[in-house]
C-alpha cells in the first residue's frame, strides 16, 4: 500500500501542468476574480489542490495516506524528467 501512496503522488506530480489551466480557468470563474495572483503562487496553489485531490483519491481507496509520500512521488513526477538529465549528464 505504500508503494500505491507513492504512485499516485508521481501520478499527481505529471497531472499539475495538464490540469492547471483548466484550474485557473475554474478557480477565476468560481473565487479568485479580481484578485491578483501571480504565476509561480498559482503554480504552487495548482500543485497543492491535486496533492489534496490525491489524499481523496487515497481516502476513496482505503490506502493509508502519507504527506510524505505523496509530495515525495509529485516532486518526482513534477521534476523528475529533468532530474534524470542532470543526473545522466554527470552534474552535480
Do not use: Y
Not at 507513492?6 to 470563474?29: F, Q
Not at 493509508?64 to 542532470?86: E, T
Amino acid at each position: 500500500m505504500i508503494l500505491l501512496n507513492l504512485i499516485i503522488g508521481i501520478l499527481t506530480g505529471l497531472a499539475v501542468p495538464r490540469m492547471e489551466r483548466w484550474i485557473k480557468d475554474w478557480s477565476e470563474s468560481l473565487w479568485l476574480g479580481d484578485m491578483p495572483i501571480s504565476p509561480h503562487e498559482f503554480d504552487l496553489a495548482a500543485l497543492l489542490v491535486i496533492l489534496m485531490l490525491a489524499a481523496v483519491v487515497c481516502a476513496i481507496l482505503g490506502i493509508d495516506s502519507s504527506a510524505f509520500l505523496l509530495a515525495l512521488g509529485a516532486l518526482l513526477g513534477l521534476f523528475g524528467k529533468r532530474i534524470w538529465a542532470r543526473i545522466q549528464r554527470g552534474e552535480p
